[in-house]
């Protein structure tokens, strides 16, 4: 529970610090704290019940763009200086690192299960902002214009373009299965070591601890 605390209250921070280099005004940062805690904490409790990366990603995503959104209605401001700030905490750097670091080793289990987790995360915070950005479009549509017909053809271009999204989702998610059990089934070892060149010598082993090298002639 503690751990949980201070991943939060972290994340805050962070996300306070992101806002003032993006300049946003000094009264404006206590609503961005809130907001990225906030979301972080759906994050962390849909991390502890589901275990799905992508979910987690993608509600956590949804509430932050949302909340922008609100905020940018209530404050004056645009909500991309709300939601970059809010979208930090969630950006999968940890995960980033470590795939690269597996990459460098050739250690292709650690490189699959890391990458996995990598493109889940990103592909979630995608399309979380990509779901509340198309409904704020089709209420801004239908309020413009004030047809009936306005928000069906919405409706269709959104389920249209959820419906892509999730079938890219599934056919990379498969991808990166298939890799990964390639990658634990290979008869290869994770790291090679660099094979000697054309003409090099190679060293005799070390004598036991019992044993005296001979004397060389």
């Not at 906030?38 to 019940?49: K, T």
């Not at 979208?87 to 050739?106: A, D, E, K, N, W």
Request: aromatic share 10%; with cysteine.
């Amino acid at each position: 529970m503690l751990s949980y605390v201070i991943q939060v209250i972290c994340a805050s921070l962070g996300s306070a610090g992101f806002a003032l280099l993006f300049n946003l005004r000094r009264d404006k940062i206590p609503y961005v704290t809130v907001g990225s805690a906030i979301g972080y904490c759906i994050y962390l409790a849909l991390i502890h019940f589901t275990a799905s990366t992508l979910i987690a990603n993608m509600a956590a995503a949804m509430f932050c763009t949302a909340l922008a959104e609100i905020y940018a209605r209530w404050r004056k401001a645009p909500a991309t200086l709300f939601l970059m700030s809010h979208i930090m905490p969630l950006v999968p750097g940890g995960s980033l690192f470590y795939t690269m670091r597996s990459l460098v080793q050739q250690d292709q289990v650690a490189f699959a299960a890391y990458g996995t987790d990598t493109v889940l995360a990103a592909v979630g915070i995608a399309v979380g902002i990509l779901a509340v950005t198309s409904a704020r479009y089709i209420l801004q549509s239908y309020q413009q214009n004030g047809k009936a017909d306005s928000p069906v053809k919405s409706c269709k271009s959104f389920i249209s373009y959820i419906s892509t999204a999730l079938s890219v989702i599934c056919k990379l998610k498969t991808a990166l299965r298939r890799l990964l059990l390639n990658a634990q089934s290979s008869p290869y070892p994770r790291s090679r070591k660099p094979s000697h060149t054309r003409g090099s010598q190679t060293r005799p082993p070390p004598p036991a601890a019992d044993q005296t090298p001979s004397p060389s002639r």
